[in-house]
């Protein structure tokens, strides 16, 4: 037998779960340092919107035993463990504009949103 036949084959890793970009790092600072004092965000999915599905946001108290933690920029959220697989390789940013501000999700896994924007199909 040869030395290629007993190798173990390489796996390709995976993205990160979930990045954070500069504008979304200090916006959550910005929060975790006043009312939202003591607190994570768990981020999770929902069915919902004409698409099927929605990001949800919630501050929490404490982490859950079904939660991931990640850290990027040195700021911690929390993802609910069954959302995981919808949002390997999500970017979350903070945008402001004239009229609106918010976070938003750069999810390289939807194949397609709503109209509305509100949801999106995978």
């Known amino acids: 037998m040869s030395a ?20 979304a ?15 994570l965000l768990r ?9 099927g599905m929605s990001y949800q946001m919630d501050w929490v108290e404490e982490k859950l ?6 850290t990027d920029k040195d700021v911690t959220i929390l993802i609910d463990r069954k959302a995981t697989l919808f949002l390997i390789g999500t970017v979350m940013d903070y945008k402001e504009d004239r009229f609106t501000s918010g976070f938003t999700f750069e999810n390289p896994n939807e194949k397609g ?10």
């Open 4 to 23: 290629n036949m007993t190798e173990t084959p390489k796996r390709r890793s995976l993205p990160p779960l979930m990045q954070l970009t500069d504008g």
């Open 25 to 39: 790092a200090n916006r959550l600072r910005q929060l975790y340092s006043r009312g939202e004092a003591n607190k």
């Open 43 to 51: 981020i999770g999915i929902n069915t919902k919107g004409c698409s």
């Open 65 to 70: 035993p079904t939660d991931e933690a990640i």
């Open 113 to 122: 949103r709503c109209g509305c924007g509100e949801s999106f199909h995978i």
